[in-house]
C-alpha cells in the first residue's frame, strides 16, 4: 500500500472525502515508521535482545497497538531527543514497563494466564483504553468508556492524571470526576462525534484513525467557580503522544454537543497533520522565529502552528456548514448564536487583504504544494462568501 | 469632478486628527463608527451573514480616498456600535466593508490588527525590513515559545517588551494578560541617537528624538521613504537608532502618528497630499498591488 502524498493527505481535509483509502495509507506508513523508530532505539544496547523478544511476542495486533499509543509516542520522542542532547532521564526500564503493560492487556483481553503482579496495582495499556487489576487470584479487566466505538474517555490513567506545566489542560490540578460527571462528558463527547459523522462522515473516520484516546482533565466544580481569564473549556493535543488529545471540563453542562463536535474535530485534524509532518518531514524547515500574527486569534504563532490553523479552521468552517445545511444544528439544545458567531470566527481569518501565504512572512523551506494548498482553502472560502454578497442589495 | 476624501475615525482622540483640516476647510470627509455602521444592515443568513446597504450607503460610494483609521476595532466597540449584529468578529466587520468601497482606495488595509502589512508586531517588522535588502539594521531577539524563559545570553543588553508597543522602548512596562507569561519576547535595548521619520502621503518628515541634530538627514530621508513604500503605507511613523558606529538600525513603524501631531510640517504634507488626491478623477492604484510588487522576491 503506497504512502499517500501530502497533496493526497491535504485533500482529504478540503474535500471530506477519502476515495483512496489515504487515511489507512497514512497510518500504515507512520506504522512502520514507528517501528523502524522504535527498533533503532533498542538496536545496540545491551537489552536489546531481551526488549525484542518481549516486542516479537505481543504479536502483530497487539505490536501495532503499542506503536500507535500515546503512551510509547512520549517515551520513544523523549528517548531520541535525550539522546541527541547528551541527557538520560528516559530509560529501556521504563520501555519494558509499557511492553509488559501491553503484554498484559494481549493475554488478558485474549483471555489467557496473564502475568500481572497483584503487586503492581492498577495497569494500564500504553493505549489507556483498558486497565487491569489483580484482584483475589484473577485479573479484573476495566474497559475505559468509549464513544465512535474506538475512541477511549481517559479519565484516571496515569498519563491523565499527570500535571504537565507546559499544558494549557494538563497545568490545571485534577479534581475527581464522579460518575454523573463521568457519564455527562461521555454522552456529550458522543453527541459531538455523531454530529460530525453525520455532517461529514469523512471527517469521522479521520478522527477514529488518528484520535484513539481523549483525555479528560476536570478543573472545575462549576462554571462560577472559574477565575477571570482563565480557560474554562479547552482542548489541546501534544504531537509525541500520538492519537491522543486533551480536552478541559466536559463534564460540565454548559459543554454543549456543539462544542464537543468543534473541539473533537480541531484536535483531530492537528493529530491528522502531525501524522504527515511524521511521515513526509516538518512543514517548516526552518525555524520558526519570525511569527505570524493569527488572523484568527491576533496572537504571534510559529509558522508550523500557522499552518496547522488554516486546516483546522477550513475544516471547522466546513462542518459547520454541512452540519447547518443538514438541519442539524436547529434543534433547541443548540446555541444558534453562538453557532453562528463561531462560524464566522472560523472563516473570518481566511477574508483578510493577505494571502495565505503572505502570512507565513517567511515562506521558505515551506513546500510548495502545501503554499498552494493554504492560498487554494482561503480562495475556497472567499468564494464561498462572495456567492453570499453576489446579490448586494439595498435593505 | 473631485471626489471627496474620506476620513473615517475610531475616535475623537486620533491623532491624525491635528494633522488633517477640519472638513469645513477642506479636510476630507469625517465618518465614526457609529454612523459608518449605520449604512449597512446585516442578515444572517442559512451560515453567513449578509452585508445589505442602506440606501443611504448610495452615496459612500461616490467617495474617493478613504484613509481608513478603524484598524484598531475590537469585538466589543463593534457591538456597542453595531445593534443587532450579533457577535461580529472584527475580521468579519472588515471584510463586509470593502463591499462599500469597491474602488478599493484605501489607506489602510480593510483588515484586523496584525492581518496586514502596515499592523505587523514587531519581529515581523524587522523580518521584512531585513530581507528587502534596504541598508538599515533591525534589532536582534528572542522569542520563548509558551510560557518558557528564552535564553538572552546573546543579546547585548536585553530589556523585555511586548511586540505592539511600538514606540515604548523601556525595559519594565507592563505586559498584561496571556502576553505577561507566555510568548516571552526580549530584544536589545536600542542605542544611539533615536530618529523620526515619517511619511505623510508623498513627502518625508524626520525629527530628532533627543537633541538637535538629525546625523546624515538625507540618509534618513531615503530609508524612511523605502520602508513606508515596503509597508505600502503612505501615512506612517517610524523609529530609528543611528549608533556611535554609524548604523541606522530601524525599531518600529506605527500607524498612529501620535510624534508627527503638533508638526507644523506634517500638517502642510497632508493638506498638499489630500489636494492631489482629491483632484483624481478615477480611483488610483489599489494598495494591495503596490504591496505585492514589494514583496516579489
Not at chain 2, 546573546?154 to 494578560?177: C, N, T
Not at chain 2, 500638517?267 to 514583496?295: G, H, K, T
Request: charged share 20%; hydrophobic share 40%.
Amino acid at each position: 500500500m503506497a504512502t499517500p502524498s501530502p497533496r493526497e493527505i491535504f485533500q482529504v481535509v478540503e474535500t471530506g472525502l477519502d476515495p483512496d483509502g489515504i487515511l489507512e495509507r497514512l497510518q500504515l506508513a507512520r506504522l512502520a515508521l514507528q517501528r523502524d523508530r522504535l527498533a533503532q532505539a533498542i538496536g545496540g544496547t545491551p537489552e536489546a535482545a531481551c526488549l525484542t523478544a518481549s516486542y516479537e511476542q505481543l504479536g502483530a495486533v497487539h505490536q501495532a497497538r503499542l506503536l500507535l499509543s500515546a503512551d510509547l509516542g512520549e517515551w520513544l520522542a523523549l528517548w531520541e531527543k535525550e539522546r541527541n542532547e547528551g541527557v538520560h532521564s528516559t530509560s529501556l526500564a521504563q520501555l519494558e514497563e509499557l511492553l509488559d503493560s501491553e503484554r498484559i492487556a494481549a493475554s488478558a483481553l485474549g483471555g489467557m494466564p496473564c502475568p500481572l503482579d497483584e503487586a503492581k496495582g492498577r495497569i494500564w495499556s500504553p493505549m489507556g483504553d483498558y486497565s487491569f487489576l489483580h484482584q483475589g487470584g484473577s485479573v479484573e479487566v476495566i474497559p475505559a468508556p468509549r464513544i465512535g466505538d474506538v475512541i477511549a474517555i481517559d479519565f484516571d490513567s496515569p498519563l491523565a492524571r499527570s500535571m504537565d506545566y507546559a499544558s494549557g489542560v494538563l497545568s490545571q490540578p485534577p479534581l475527581p470526576l464522579d460518575e454523573t460527571e463521568k457519564t455527562r462528558a461521555v454522552e456529550v463527547l458522543q453527541a459531538g462525534l455523531e454530529l460530525i459523522d453525520a455532517s461529514m462522515p469523512y471527517y469521522g473516520r479521520l478522527i477514529r484513525e488518528f484520535t484513539r484516546r481523549i483525555i479528560v482533565r476536570k478543573s472545575l466544580e462549576s462554571v462560577s467557580d472559574a477565575v477571570p481569564g482563565a480557560s474554562i473549556f479547552a482542548s489541546e493535543h501534544m504531537t509525541r503522544q500520538i492519537g491522543a488529545i486533551r480536552m478541559l471540563n466536559p463534564h460540565l453542562p454548559e459543554f454543549s454537543a456543539a462544542m464537543a463536535a468543534e473541539k473533537i474535530l480541531h484536535e483531530s485534524i492537528h493529530n491528522y497533520l502531525a501524522a504527515c509532518e511524521y511521515v513526509h518531514g516538518s512543514f517548516c524547515h526552518r525555524g520558526n522565529e519570525v511569527r505570524p500574527v493569527s488572523p484568527w486569534s491576533g496572537n504571534p504563532i510559529p509558522n508550523s502552528s500557522f499552518i496547522h490553523a488554516v486546516f483546522v479552521y477550513f475544516a471547522c468552517f466546513k462542518l459547520m456548514e454541512a452540519a447547518g445545511e443538514a438541519g442539524l444544528l436547529s434543534a433547541p439544545e443548540h446555541d444558534q448564536a453562538r453557532i453562528r458567531a463561531r462560524t464566522l470566527q472560523f472563516v473570518s481569518g481566511f477574508l483578510s487583504n493577505q494571502s495565505m501565504t503572505d502570512f507565513l512572512i517567511t515562506a521558505e523551506g515551506v513546500d510548495a504544494v502545501l503554499l498552494e494548498r493554504l492560498d487554494a482553502m482561503q480562495e475556497a472560502i472567499r468564494a464561498r462568501v462572495r456567492v453570499e454578497e453576489e446579490d448586494v442589495e439595498y435593505a | 469632478m473631485p471626489r471627496p476624501a474620506v476620513l473615517l475615525l475610531h475616535s475623537e482622540g486620533d491623532p491624525l486628527l491635528k494633522i488633517v483640516a477640519a472638513a469645513a476647510d477642506g479636510g476630507p470627509v469625517r465618518m465614526g463608527l457609529a454612523e459608518l455602521c449605520s449604512h449597512v444592515h446585516v442578515d444572517h443568513g442559512k451560515t453567513l451573514p449578509r452585508v445589505l446597504l442602506r440606501e443611504s450607503a448610495g452615496e459612500l460610494r461616490a467617495y474617493g480616498y478613504v484613509i481608513n483609521r478603524l484598524f484598531d476595532i475590537d469585538a466589543r466597540s463593534l457591538s456597542a456600535h453595531v445593534a443587532g449584529w450579533g457577535n461580529l468578529s472584527p475580521s468579519w466587520f472588515h471584510r463586509a466593508m470593502v463591499s462599500l468601497w469597491p474602488a478599493g482606495t484605501v489607506c489602510y488595509p480593510w483588515a484586523a490588527k496584525g492581518a496586514s502589512l502596515v499592523q505587523l508586531p514587531l519581529p515581523t517588522q524587522w523580518h521584512v525590513v531585513a530581507r528587502s535588502g534596504i541598508a538599515v539594521a533591525v534589532p536582534r531577539y528572542v522569542f520563548g515559545f509558551g510560557e518558557s524563559i528564552p535564553d538572552t545570553s546573546a543579546l547585548r543588553d536585553p530589556i523585555r517588551k511586548s511586540i505592539w508597543s511600538y514606540f515604548s522602548w523601556r525595559d519594565g512596562d507592563v505586559i498584561d494578560g496571556p502576553a505577561g507569561t507566555r510568548n516571552r519576547f526580549y530584544v536589545e535595548r536600542p542605542q544611539g541617537i533615536p530618529l523620526l521619520g515619517a511619511r505623510i502621503g508623498d513627502e518625508i518628515v524626520t525629527r530628532p528624538l533627543r537633541g538637535e541634530r538629525i546625523p546624515e538627514p538625507e540618509r534618513l530621508r531615503h530609508v524612511t521613504r523605502l520602508v513606508s513604500d515596503l509597508f505600502d503605507c503612505p501615512l506612517c511613523e517610524m523609529l530609528f537608532y543611528y549608533g556611535d558606529d554609524g548604523v541606522l538600525t530601524f525599531h518600529a513603524c506605527s500607524t498612529r502618528l501620535g510624534s508627527v501631531a503638533e508638526d507644523a510640517s506634517a500638517r502642510a504634507s497632508m493638506q498638499r497630499w489630500l489636494a492631489s488626491l482629491c483632484a483624481v478623477q478615477a480611483p488610483s492604484r489599489p494598495a494591495a498591488s503596490r504591496r505585492e510588487e514589494a514583496l516579489a522576491p
